[in-house]
């Protein structure tokens, strides 16, 4: 059992221990940034993940944020509000980042959160409901994304950083989950929260050029522009799959050990094929899940383009095994299974989030189905 799973409390101490032995930092992120092979990130997630899920996405959970900064940011956006997501060893602190909405999920065109630009002040005004955000309302420092122009759907959005203490910014309901408990999740209020210009990631020359080139392609009657955030998904989601990956080979180690040491019918369970053939499947599955997480990872630091969007294949089928492989471990291990005093009832819960987070199995699915036919397929 996982104290930290049965109170739905944030892991401080495992953060800090993590900080210390230099996981928790971006250090680690960008040390695995100038790997080739680019393998790192996804053994680290498997491990971690292979642990306990909640507590794993306290310590990578800041990483999100991290990565819209360097995604979007300018130098010295990076070199001013990363340090303040982390922290240090000694005072670690976790950064959000909120795009959700509650009628924004996969839909993020139908966004609301409004950003409008105070050019006396040169102050950007944000008010909005953010939901579901990882570390919202605990972080430090929050990115939120917000409309900056309606007309424009998607387009139309540009990041933000919130800096810490802010006024107006503030957390709304934590959520009570099914799983990953150890990981805070939680809504972010924005009531008239006001933003010096230079907290828009990028600043607003870029934002100004972005948006113009945005509206004469509307003009041209919406042409399909190859959006950068699609690109940034493709690199981001088999991190997401090789959370899954760890979780499911966890549930099939307590598994395969449950079923050689188990005896019914005065032989271990595994003696039957109607046992061991699921455990064939599960390591099978885990494998091929992995090799898929591995080559998307690969291609992704060596910039090959995602023509098969490999990146949302590798999560999509990661993510499936990994509910699939939980269950069925649940089943191998029988009412011992469906017990706290296991961890595979709780590795299962755990594995539910993964078809649901950075876009859901469906959405995954019509990625690579619109990037295979290229068509525009709903
Ligand atoms: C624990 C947790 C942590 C999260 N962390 C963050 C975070 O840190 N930051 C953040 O911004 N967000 C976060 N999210 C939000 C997450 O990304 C969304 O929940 C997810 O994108 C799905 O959106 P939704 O929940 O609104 O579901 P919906 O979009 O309402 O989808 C509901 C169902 O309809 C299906 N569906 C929707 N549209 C289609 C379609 N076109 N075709 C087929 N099926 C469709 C979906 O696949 C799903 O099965 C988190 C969510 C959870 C649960």
Redesign the pocket.
């Known amino acids: 059992m996982c104290i930290r799973d049965e109170r739905e409390e944030t892991p401080w101490p495992v953060i800090q221990e993590a900080a210390k032995v230099g996981i928790y930092s971006l250090d680690f992120y960008a040390q695995q940034y100038f790997d080739p092979t680019g393998l790192g990130i996804p053994m680290a997630m498997e491990e971690l993940f292979w642990g306990d899920a909640g507590i794993a996405l306290s310590i990578v ?1 800041t990483g ?1 944020a991290a990565v819209g900064v360097l995604a979007n940011g300018t130098e010295e956006q990076i070199g001013t509000w990363i340090p303040q997501m982390y922290g240090d060893a000694n005072d670690v602190k976790v950064a ?5 909405e509650p009628d ?4 993020v065109a139908s966004m609301r959160t409004r950003a409008v630009y105070d050019e006396a002040k040169d102050e950007w005004v944000i008010n909005g409901t ?7 309302g605990i972080a430090n420092v929050h990115v939120v ?1 917000a409309v900056v122009d309606p007309e424009l759907g998607s387009k139309g959005h540009a990041s933000f950083i919130i800096p810490p203490g802010t006024p107006g910014c503030s957390q709304g309901q934590k ?1 009570k ?1 099914h799983g ?1 408990r150890a ?1 805070h ?1 939680a809504e972010v209020i924005l009531d008239n929260v006001r933003v010096p210009g230079s907290c828009l990631l990028g600043g607003k020359e870029k934002l100004d050029e972005r948006l113009a080139r945005a509206r004469e392609k509307a003009k041209q009657g919406g042409e399909r522009v190859k959006n950068a955030a699609m690109a940034t998904f493709e690199a981001s989601r088999p991190a997401v799959g090789a959370m899954a990956v760890g979780t499911a080979r966890a549930a099939y180690e307590v598994a395969l050990e449950y079923a050689t040491t188990r005896e019914q019918f005065g032989r271990p369970i595994i003696d039957n094929q109607g046992v061991a053939f699921q455990l064939a499947d599960m390591r099978t599955q885990i494998d091929a899940a992995r090799l898929l997480v591995w080559r998307a990872s690969w291609m992704a630091v060596n910039g090959k383009p995602f023509t098969a969007a490999e990146g949302s294949m590798s999560k999509l089928f990661a993510s499936e095994t990994a509910k699939k492989v939980t269950a069925q471990a649940i089943q191998i291990l029988g009412g011992n299974g469906y017990t706290r005093e296991y961890p595979v009832e709780r590795m299962h819960r755990d594995a539910a ?1 993964y078809t ?8 995954q699915r ?1 990625v690579i189905a619109r990037t295979l036919s290229g068509m525009p397929i ?1």
């Not at 959000?96 to 959700?100: I, R, T």
């Not at 649901?356 to 959405?363: A, L, N, P, Q, R």
């Open positions: 959970g999100l959000a980042f909120c795009s959700s924004a999920g996969s839909d953010k939901t579901w955000a990882t570390n919202g994304v959520f989950k990953i990981s999740t989030i649901i987070f950075e876009g859901t199995s469906e959405i019509l709903r």
